[in-house]
């Protein structure tokens, strides 16, 4: 007769490790530290691992290597502009699925607009709350299934 072990400690010494789904994964994009920092910490806090950078250039490369589940992407940003880099990942049938939520200093309809064209999901101007911020991730994950 087997024993039930009711021990979590002692029930994963004992058996197989039980391996915890990982969580979502999120690719900041933005060259400015300050931004990238703080958006990083909130989301670290609320349990995302994240990725960072700090150029249009390293956030593609970035994306089509590791796949993140969403990606956050400035506009103005040197190498590649996020406009460009969203372009280029919706036009990748390996990154074309990855929610982009775009942010921006530029907040005006037409700005609003070239962000939609080039495939952001969403549009969230600069400056912004952390909380406004996680609930349009939130949402982009749950609306794509990827949570």
């Known amino acids: 007769m087997t024993a039930l072990i009711t021990d979590p400690f002692t029930r994963a010494m004992s058996s197989a490790?039980?391996?915890?789904p990982l969580s979502p994964s999120v690719l900041i994009a933005d060259?400015?530290?300050d931004v990238?920092?703080?958006?990083?910490?909130?989301?670290?806090?609320?349990g995302y691992r994240?990725?960072?950078?700090d150029n249009g250039q390293s956030a593609l490369s970035?994306?089509?290597?590791?796949?993140?589940?969403?990606?956050?992407?400035d506009v103005t940003m040197p190498q590649l502009d996020g406009l460009t880099v969203c372009s280029r990942l919706h036009a990748s049938p390996v990154t074309a699925e990855i929610p982009v939520l775009m942010v921006s200093g530029n907040c005006g309809e037409?700005?609003?607009?070239?962000?939609?064209?080039?495939?952001?999901?969403d549009y969230l101007p600069k400056p912004f709350s952390s909380h406004e911020m996680m609930r349009r991730v939130n949402w982009?994950?749950?609306?794509?299934?990827?949570?």
């Open 31 to 33: 060259d400015d530290d």
């Open 62 to 73: 970035l994306a089509i290597e590791r796949r993140p589940r969403v990606i956050i992407l």
């Open 36 to 46: 990238r920092d703080v958006i990083e910490f909130r989301l670290q806090v609320a």
């Open 17 to 20: 490790p039980v391996m915890a």
């Open 110 to 121: 037409y700005d609003r607009q070239l962000g939609f064209a080039a495939g952001a999901d």
């Open 50 to 53: 994240t990725m960072t950078a």
């Open 140 to 147: 982009l994950l749950l609306s794509a299934g990827r949570i």
